[in-house]
Each structure stands twice: as C-alpha cells, then as structure tokens.
C-alpha cells in the first residue's frame, strides 16, 4: 500500500513515516500538494478526517479557490498531512449557516469568505470536507479509517484553599496520557503520566502495562511536556472528559509563558455546545469532550455526568474520590495511588 500511494508525490516530497512512536503511519508531504494527487488518492478510497488553516491571512479565496488549507487523509492506519489549494463548486442555493442554532432558511450565494470556518465551510460543501467522499454532496465512504484514540486526564490539588470544586488555577499534580492499548488491545500500550511534584513508589503493573513516568519542572513545564508527546502520537482525536470546560481551561492557565504553545490555546465558541477552550494541536489531532457526546444523548440515561459514575456504565475501573486530590504541594507528598489511578 505504502508504495502505491508515494508514487503518486514527486520525489523527495513525501516524508515516510514521520511520527514513529505513532499508533499509526503518519507522513508528511512537503510544500503544496497538487489538487489532482489528492484527488487521485480520495478516489482510491483515502478519506479526509480533517481540515483547517494555519495562517489565516496567507489563505485567501482566489480564482475560485481556497488556498492553503490543512488536511489530514488517512486509510486503514496510514496517514497523510498536506496542504492543498481546493477549487470550489458553484455555491448557489447553500444555506450558509447550516450549523448554527438558528440557520435560517434563505439560500444564498458564500461571498466574502474572510475567516476559516467560512472558508473550510465553502470547500466542504464543495466536496473536500471530513468523512466524505469527493464530490457535491454528503456520503459516506465505502470504509472508515482505523481510528487512533488517545485519552487525556489532569488532576490538581485543592488544598491550597482548603474546600470546594478543583478550579483551573488550582496547582496541577498530573497530567495522563494513554492510548487505552491495554484495556481494548486495538494497539501496543502507550501510557505516559507527568507529576509535578512528590514521589512516587515503584509499582508493579498489570500484565502488558509499559507507562512512562515524567517528572515535570513546574505546571508550565507539565504542559509543554504534554503537548510534545500528543504531537509525536499524532492521534485522530484525544478524549477528555469535561475537557472544553475544566481541562482545557487548566491546561491554558498553566500553558501562560510558555511560548511555543501558549498562542495554540483560546476560548471561542464551539459549535452549539457554546463557549469553551480550544486547543489547536499539530496534524488535525481534535479534541473531543465525552461530558459534551453524553450530553447530546437524554440526560435521563445518565444519573451523573461525574466521570466516576459514567465509568461505572462502562463497567471501567473506577476512579479516585476527589478527597484524595486534597494532596500538599510538596517534595514529601506520596503520588503512587494518584499515578496509578491517572494510568488506569
């Protein structure tokens, strides 16, 4: 396979396997991709999982184009990241806010594409848009990529004010990053945990457990170290539950003096689910909230969208009391139980 789609990029323009540590085959095609290789690749059955847009003052909408979008193709478990100008169809009778609350229901011509939703709208509906095949019109493709799932967890500690919720300030003690390898055996395990404070006792894992342990400089330092093993993982989608919320908003706390990432977190609003943090990662990686999915769903199923109780549902391993988090800030501070519980 991976010989038949190379050759289809000049020589030299196509990374191999860039992200080795990956669940997956991710490549890298240098410079623009040709709109015709791309169309090439999605008519063998390459889907694009997702789209968007670097720099949003170098992609202008010219010659009946959009230039310089971001995707991310996969098929099976390879992966494809490129950057393509997508020519646009004839847009006549769209309804342009399709998405929103109230959409309205006067059909109009898309002019003045001047943000990226607008623009990867526009190019979507012209037939270049995620879980799509090519074309003026929304289909499924005949097979779904291989998805590549990993979850993400903090924990911070409240004994600073004594009582109450955790709120996103409040010092950060873990960060928990697995890709669930152990639990569904779709892939090897990968599972990396970073502390910032404290100590923890050797442990011995379950079967087919291989976790890495980082112990972090501060909760700056935390992140960032977050963030690079999320790049070389290179998943579709992290989960983290409640994340737009809470995790996220922690996470843009503590990213504040960091600079390579600090300008890659924002509040904005997302979708119909409202405001909430955002978090632009590297090769389409999205972020999806599991609090936001079950909300979609009869809140009647649910007794509580606590992540305890809906592990419980799920039948998973349960997880800590948030008494346990009330946890000093401190060299002596035992972290094994909360090390443990962040890997499961």
């Not at 989960?239 to 995790?247: A, E, Q």
Request: glycine share 8%.
């Amino acid at each position: 396979m991976e010989g038949s789609f190379a050759d289809l990029f000049p020589t030299g323009s196509l990374v191999m396997n860039t992200y080795p540590l990956s669940d997956l085959s991710v490549h890298v095609a240098k410079g623009k991709t040709d709109i015709n290789i791309l169309n090439r690749l999605m008519d063998t059955g390459w889907t694009i999982m997702a789209t968007w847009i670097e720099d949003e003052n170098k992609s202008i909408v010219l010659d009946n184009c959009v230039t310089d979008i971001s995707m991310r193709l996969g098929m099976e478990y390879e992966r494809i990241i490129m950057v393509a100008d997508l020519p646009l169809g004839v847009a006549m009778g769209v309804v342009a806010n399709i998405d929103a609350d109230i959409p309205g229901d006067n059909p109009m011509i898309i002019t003045g594409m001047k943000n990226s939703i607008s623009k990867l709208r526009a190019a979507s509906i012209s037939g270049y848009g995620p879980y799509a095949t090519r074309g003026v019109r929304l289909k499924e493709p005949a097979k779904m990529p291989k998805l590549s799932i990993i979850g993400l967890d903090i924990e911070v500690t409240t004994v600073v004010r004594g009582v109450g919720m955790p709120l996103p300030h409040d010092p950060l003690i873990s960060i928990a990053i697995s890709n669930g390898g152990w639990y569904d055996k779709q892939f090897t395990d990968k599972c990396y945990i970073i502390y910032t404070f404290g100590f923890y006792t050797e442990t011995k894992w379950d079967k087919g457990r291989y976790p890495t342990i980082l112990k972090a400089d501060d909760d700056g330092d935390a992140v960032r170290k977050a963030y690079e093993i999320l790049d070389v993982l290179s998943p579709d989608f992290v989960s983290i539950h409640n994340g737009f919320n809470f995790d996220l908003r922690s996470i843009g706390c503590k990213a504040v003096g960091q600079v390579a990432i600090e300008n890659t977190i924002e509040e904005r609003r997302l979708g119909n689910v409202g405001v909430g943090v955002f978090w632009s990662l590297t090769n389409g990686s999205m972020i999806v909230d599991t609090m936001y999915t079950a909300n979609k769903i009869s809140r009647s199923e649910w007794t509580s969208f606590a992540l305890d109780k809906m592990c419980r549902v799920f039948d998973l391993p349960s997880k800590l009391d948030s008494g346990a988090m009330k946890i000093p800030v401190s060299d002596h501070a035992d972290l094994t139980e909360i090390l443990q519980d962040g890997l499961r």
